[in-house]
């Protein structure tokens, strides 16, 4: 079970005593009564009652009496009916106001009581008959049927009052205490030994001690965090300078659960920011009943500064790192491609054809190899410039490239020469690629419009190597060439054994 606050305890026993001192003072008749002096008037009324209509009766003045009797309801806000009844018959002779209603009959009829008045009328020495006065109740106000006396109503609003204005002041007086002077000396010189920040709070977050560690590192004074919430402070998560949503000394006393490794950051008094690794215990009393939090702030900005030099210094690293791959990637295509269009160059060419080669003849695979040339470009460098010659030479790669395969490779053999290698082709299909390609070249509609010519060699068993391939390749190249220009040859031997599996 939870037990109440000091400020609760302390503001109902006030209330208590304050109540107590009300009804002593009733008791000793110091507390005005309204009712008494209601009950004076009032029995003055009667009597005068009494006086007017024993002089009205003895001289028979029935109309006299009618009069008084209807005149005394109307004028009086206090009574609400009287009836006059004579002794001989008991019948009413005079009624004002409803009195059946509010008449209640009692055991002994001549019995008045604070809300009842029987007032008897005289003829002479014997008595003619009686008045019967009905007054509103002393009390009108109620309360589950039972009359509010005004003491009651005294005693209620200063109750309610006094506890409501005894809670607060309470409150307020209490959070201004220092809580420290109910710690001992050790105990508080143990804590203020500690490296680390220890501050110990109540259960609605208010700071009842903070040692001199906690003080130094945020920059304040003691004075001015007693018995304030540092939940108020700006506190920010370290892992992405967020608002945080929950502290967790908060977090410690709504679930009654120890919070661990919490980093959070913090700007002290000088501006600058601190980085604090929270704990945060709840503090119990008998029955599991949370009394408040302890919490401990371990100052760890030298080692977040420290992390975030050592990721900008590892971020550098990676960045210089990629920076080299991609200049390494850069030299590397500086070194194995032509500048102009983009293909490999000689050298890397040559090392390109020779891997081939050495892989056909383990595995058994054919390779061919295709030298292609574009016809008349000295007449193209004479009439448009040099400049028009460079693009037609880049355009003519480009439509070599774009027709190839990944396994294949284009190099530029020199000047207008391209020489391209096609892995795993036998001669009839390297044939059929060069005239793809030649037709590729015709059809393309550029300005200005140029042709190819291309000769193509296998790997067989006379050619075993780069050297014999290409001079092969060029020699039909040659043969392209004098036969007319834009056409596609292979070399003699080659022709010799197209020709013989076609049946010519």
Not at 266 to 294: K, W
Request: with cysteine; glycine share 8%.
């Amino acid at each position: 079970m939870r037990q109440s606050s000091p400020a609760l305890r302390i503001s109902v026993g006030l209330v208590l005593l304050t109540i107590s001192f009300l009804l002593l003072a009733e008791l000793l008749g110091l507390a005005p009564d309204p009712a008494r002096a209601t009950l004076d008037a009032r029995k003055k009324v009667c009597e005068s009652l009494a006086v007017q209509l024993s002089v009205a009766a003895t001289y028979g003045e029935v109309g006299i009496i009618r009069e008084t009797v209807r005149a005394l309801v109307e004028r009086n806000a206090d009574i609400l009916s009287a009836s006059l009844r004579r002794i001989e018959d008991e019948q009413p002779l005079a009624v004002a106001g409803e009195h059946a209603r509010y008449w209640k009959s009692e055991a002994d009829a001549d019995v008045s009581t604070p809300t009842q008045a029987v007032v008897p009328i005289f003829r002479g020495k014997e008595r003619w008959g009686s008045v019967e006065v009905r007054f509103e109740p002393l009390h009108a106000s109620t309360l589950f049927g039972i009359e509010l006396t005004p003491i009651m109503k005294l005693i209620g609003f200063v109750g309610l009052a006094a506890f409501g204005g005894f809670l607060v002041f309470m409150r307020r007086t209490l959070r201004h205490l220092d809580p420290s002077a109910l710690v001992p000396a050790r105990v508080k010189f143990a804590l203020d030994a500690l490296a680390e920040g220890v501050v110990l709070m109540d259960r609605q977050g208010r700071v009842m001690l903070a040692n001199k560690a906690y003080l130094g590192k945020t920059g304040r004074e003691e004075q001015a965090v007693q018995g304030t919430r540092i939940s108020e402070w700006q506190w920010l998560r370290a892992d992405n300078g967020h608002a945080v949503r929950e502290l967790p000394w908060m977090q410690a006393l709504r679930e009654g659960s120890r919070q661990t490794g919490v980093n959070l950051i913090l700007q002290d008094a000088d501006g600058g920011q601190r980085t604090f690794a929270v704990n945060a215990s709840p503090v119990e009393a008998g029955a599991g009943e949370v009394r408040g939090v302890l919490a401990t702030f371990d100052d760890v900005t030298e080692l977040e500064n420290k992390n975030l030099q050592l990721e900008k210094t590892l971020n550098e690293l990676q960045r210089s790192r990629n920076e080299l791959r991609l200049r390494n990637r850069q030299l590397k295509i500086l070194a194995t491609r032509d500048p102009l269009t983009g293909c490999l160059n000689r050298r890397a060419f040559f090392e390109r054809l020779d891997h081939a080669i050495d892989q056909a003849h383990l595995t058994g695979t054919s390779v061919a190899c295709i030298m292609a040339d574009i016809d008349h470009f000295k007449k193209v460098n004479d009439t448009w410039g040099h400049a028009s010659g460079d693009e037609v030479i880049k355009r003519f790669a480009g439509l070599l490239g774009s027709n190839l395969r990944d396994t294949d490779a284009i190099g530029r053999y020199g000047g207008e020469e391209f020489c391209l290698l096609l892995w795993d082709n036998s001669l009839e299909q390297a044939l059929a690629t060069a005239e793809r390609l030649r037709a590729t070249v015709e059809g393309d509609a550029a300005e200005p419009s140029v042709t190819g010519s291309f000769g193509v060699a296998c790997l067989d068993a006379a050619v075993v190597d780069s050297a014999a391939l290409i001079d092969q390749a060029d020699q039909a190249l040659y043969v392209a060439k004098r036969g007319g220009r834009n056409r596609v040859e292979c070399s003699r031997e080659h022709k010799v054994q197209v020709e013989a599996e076609a049946g010519v």
